[in-house]
Structure formats: C-alpha cells, structure tokens
Nanobody, 116 residues
Framework: VQLQASGGGLVQTGGSLRLSCAAS????????MAWYRQATGKQREWVAT???????NYADSVKGRFTISRDNAKNTVYLQMNGLKPEDTAVYYC???????????WGQGTQVTVSS
C-alpha cells in the first residue's frame, strides 16, 4: 500500500491549505483514513478521521477550522484547513487502515508552515 500526501506549503496566519492523500496498491473498497501531524520536538498527534461510512471526527484543536473528506473513486482523502494558526505548523501525515485486515499504513508526510 502506498500513500502519497501533497498540498503542504507556507501560508500566513488565517490562510488556507488543502492537503491530499492518494492511496494505491493492495487496497479494496473504502478504507478508514485519518490525518495526523507532528510538530518539531513534539509527539505525533491525531487531527481527523473519516470512517468507511463517511463519519468524521476531529481533534478539539482543529474542530470548526479543518474539514476531512474523501473521493472514493480516487481513493483519496483531503484535509481542508482554514483559519490556520502558527500552532498548526507541523508535518502532516495521512494514515489508512486496510478494511479487511486492519493493517495500518502511513504516508510520507507533507510540511505545513504557518507564519505569524
């Protein structure tokens, strides 16, 4: 399974970015996917999840500002990030749980930097 994340960059406070994560390889159907992030010197933290049924959940720190969505035909998950803050600066990783054996896979990460 390969996960290709993209869409990171440098943005000013209050700006927006949309991250994408395209899944390929030994997957079938719709799989639960999530976004995590890791700031320099900190542990990786969960940001948002979208289930096989399209149910979404968010960390309190991003609720109301970030939106996770998916395009099932493209096996791609997105993270629309609005109202970005400097504390959102991190490497963002996507994660997929394969639906028939629950094995988890990580993407390579994409850097998001929010300047104040």
């Amino acid at each position: 399974v390969q996960l290709q994340a993209s869409g990171g960059g440098l943005v000013q406070t209050g700006g927006s970015l949309r991250l994408s994560c395209a899944a390929s390889g030994s997957i079938f159907g719709i799989n639960r996917m999530a976004w995590y992030r890791q700031a320099t010197g900190k542990q990786r933290e969960w940001v948002a999840t979208i289930t096989n049924d399209g149910v979404t959940n968010y960390a309190d720190s991003v609720k109301g500002r970030f939106t996770i969505s998916r395009d099932n035909a493209k096996n791609t998950v997105y993270l629309q990030m609005n109202g970005l803050k400097p504390e959102d600066t991190a490497v963002y990783y996507c994660k997929l749980w394969r639906n028939w054996d629950a094995l988890a896979y990580w993407g390579q990460g994409t850097q998001v930097t929010v300047s104040s």
